[in-house]
């Protein structure tokens, strides 16, 4: 069973990031830009191709190509989850997909979903077997809301760290000494801020090592996927 998962990086700030051929055109004021913005309310809002009803697909062109592509491919820019946060694509249809260059209908596909009509929480958060491209594409079929508004778009490797066994308290910081005047009576001690923290231990992890996350002898140059 899933547990807590965590996406530690986030690929698409490494990206060019552009409308694809017949996916739509970018709103005035509100550039493609503002999806890779982790703030929630730099929304990026997009025309559907021929208006509402029409599709939205959305290029990211890594900086570098991986050195291998694929499932198999180069860890350094391996991508195994997406995100997006403050849409308005409730009850819609959209894939994700990868390629070696830029072409969206030859290109992998991670999954495809269609979302519930529930806009209380709308942050969407899938996790995928792990794939490595130059090339991502993600499309939203049959925009019916126009325009379609996304304020974060992100991916990269998601690591499922199992379900936490055992939460416990650490204990506020130490006080101050008391004190005490020259006749010995007590002085009151000052009290300092608590500062709370809180332990878990997990079980039963996907492997997490720092070669998954980094592999510093392939050479500079090799780095774009950790900007």
């Not at 552009?18 to 982790?38: C, F, K, R």
């Not at 792990?130 to 778009?153: D, H, M, N, Q």
Request: proline share 7%; aromatic share 12%; charged share 15%.
């Amino acid at each position: 069973m899933p547990g807590f998962t965590i996406m530690p990086i986030n690929r698409a700030k490494c990206c060019t990031v552009s409308m694809y051929s017949l996916g739509g055109t970018a709103v005035a004021g509100y550039p493609l830009e503002n999806i890779v913005d982790p703030t929630l309310t730099h929304q990026g809002r997009i025309t559907p191709n021929g208006g509402a009803g029409g599709d939205v697909i959305i290029q990211f062109r890594m900086a570098a190509a991986p050195a291998a592509s694929g499932a198999a491919g180069d860890p350094d820019f391996s991508v195994s989850g997406l995100y997006i946060g403050n849409h308005n694509i409730d009850g819609l249809s959209f894939e994700f997909r990868g390629n070696t260059a830029a072409n969206y209908a030859g290109a992998t596909s991670m999954f495809a979903a269609t979302l519930d009509n529930y806009s209380g929480q709308a942050g969407i958060f899938k996790t995928f077997n792990p794939y490595s491209y130059e090339y991502w594409f993600l499309k939203i079929a049959g925009a019916t809301l126009s325009p379609t508004r996304l304020g974060c778009v992100a991916f990269g490797p998601a690591f499922d760290l199992g379900n936490y066994m055992r939460p416990g308290n650490l204990s506020p910081s130490p006080q101050s000494p008391r004190g005490s005047t020259m006749r010995g009576h007590d002085l009151p001690g000052r009290v300092e801020a608590a500062v709370n923290s809180r332990t878990y231990e997990f079980r039963n992890p996907t492997v997490l090592t720092a070669n998954v996350m980094t592999n510093r002898a392939k050479g500079a140059g090799n780095y774009v996927g950790y900007n």
